[in-house]
């Protein structure tokens, strides 16, 4: 079973600043990771996916980086809107239909 | 418009069973694989089970194999999540998700579509 582990769990920062979040897998999963947005009370949104590919309708400030085990979130200039929590997933290489997420990293705007 | 719609969740006794469903709209539902994914109070996302866009090729987390069965009817583009011994730690809110991405795999490698939610509580 691959675990993703992310790093930090907390991040506080200001508007403007920008944010880089780790996400490391316990074993290589090649580029199938994709990042999520989840605010309070709603359904995720997918972010990127394939490690670096924005999903349509998302602002270029998110981008998304790395291959094999370790992959970066990054969010170049911070908006209010962007607080909230952000998780990656894995999908194994075989058998395709298994996933796994991260424990998550909560993005707090000051 | 895209859309995703669960129902059927509610509150269930420890050892009890409970289904809850998907429906689809706005694609084709027959040609993408759908997931289950579910949410513990205050807690993370956690993959529950995936099934393939034919309906024949299924895939279970380890903490639900065995207990729980997906299927889908794709005449009338909708997912299921057939749960039986429901325990406590099942208690979540159970989000239907769309397979997408197919960039670099025949399979999909990401979740590009959610519903809002179903909930789901096991408590005597």
């Known amino acids: 079973e691959i675990v993703l582990t992310q790093s930090p769990a907390t991040l506080s920062l200001s508007p403007g600043e920008g944010a880089a979040l780790s996400c490391r897998a316990s074993?290589?999963?090649?580029?199938?990771l994709a990042w999520y947005q989840q605010k309070p009370g709603q359904a995720p949104r997918l972010l990127i996916y394939?490690?670096?590919n924005r999903a349509t309708g998302i602002p270029p400030r998110f981008s998304g980086s790395g291959s094999g085990t370790d992959f970066t979130l990054t969010i170049s200039s911070l908006e209010p809107e962007d607080s909230a929590v952000y998780y990656c997933?894995?999908?194994?290489?075989?058998?395709?239909?298994?996933?796994?997420f991260g424990p998550g990293t909560k993005v707090d705007i000051k | 418009e895209v859309q995703l719609l669960e129902s059927g969740g509610g509150l269930v006794q420890p050892g009890g069973s409970l289904r809850v469903s998907c429906a689809a709209s706005?694609?084709?539902?027959?040609?993408?694989?759908m997931s289950w994914v579910r949410q513990g109070p205050g807690k993370g996302l956690e993959w529950v089970s995936t099934?393939?866009?034919?309906?024949?090729?299924?895939y279970y987390s380890d903490s639900v194999k065995g207990r729980f069965t997906i299927s889908r009817d794709n005449s009338k583009n909708t997912l299921s999540l057939q749960m039986n011994s429901l325990r406590a730690e099942d208690t979540a809110i159970y989000f239907c998700?769309?397979?997408?991405?197919?960039?670099?795999?025949?399979?999909?490698?990401?979740?590009?579509?959610w519903g809002k939610g179903t909930t789901v509580t096991v408590s005597s």
């Open positions: 394939d490690a670096s």
């Open positions: 099934l393939s866009g034919g309906g024949d090729r299924t």
């Open positions: 074993q290589s999963v090649n580029s199938y």
């Open positions: 998700a769309k397979v997408g991405c197919y960039g670099n795999s025949d399979f999909g490698t990401c979740m590009d579509v």
């Open positions: 706005g694609f084709t539902f027959r040609n993408f694989a």
């Open positions: 997933q894995q999908r194994t290489n075989w058998p395709p239909g298994l996933f796994t």
